[in-house]
Nanobody, 125 residues
């Protein structure tokens, strides 16, 4: 089991930026995929981005491509989500997640076994 703690959420205006952080503990992340999901009020939890911990491979949902960047610092056991050009529709609770399943082209909530507590991101028009 991996323990995950998110931080960096808050309020931003349209066009602004935020950087989310997720610190992991409990076991090595070698072989893992780290992901970010978000959930807006009344909606299902949605995949946002993923990164292979060792390989650095990345994947993004189409709606954030070119605006968000997922990255990690291996020595700090931390994954980041740099969010630029924010839009009101980015407003959601953002969750960090970890899985040790093989890399795949489509990431679902069920693929991830460890989750953080979530951090609120609010983007005003």
């Amino acid at each position: 089991q991996v323990q995950l703690v998110e931080s960096g959420g808050g309020a931003a205006q349209t066009g602004g930026s935020l950087r989310l952080s997720c610190v992991a503990s409990g076991r090595t992340l070698v072989g893992s995929t780290m992901g970010w999901f978000r959930q807006a009020p009344g909606k299902e939890r949605e995949f946002v981005a993923a990164i292979g911990w060792t390989s650095g491979r990345t994947d993004y949902v189409d709606s954030v491509k070119g605006r968000f960047t997922i990255s990690r610092e291996n020595a700090k056991v931390t994954v980041y989500l740099q969010m630029n050009s924010l839009k009101p529709e980015d407003t959601a609770v953002y969750y960090c997640a970890a899985t040790f399943l093989p890399w795949r082209s489509t990431w679902t909530r069920a693929a991830f076994g460890s989750w953080g507590q979530g951090t609120q991101v609010t983007v005003s028009a």
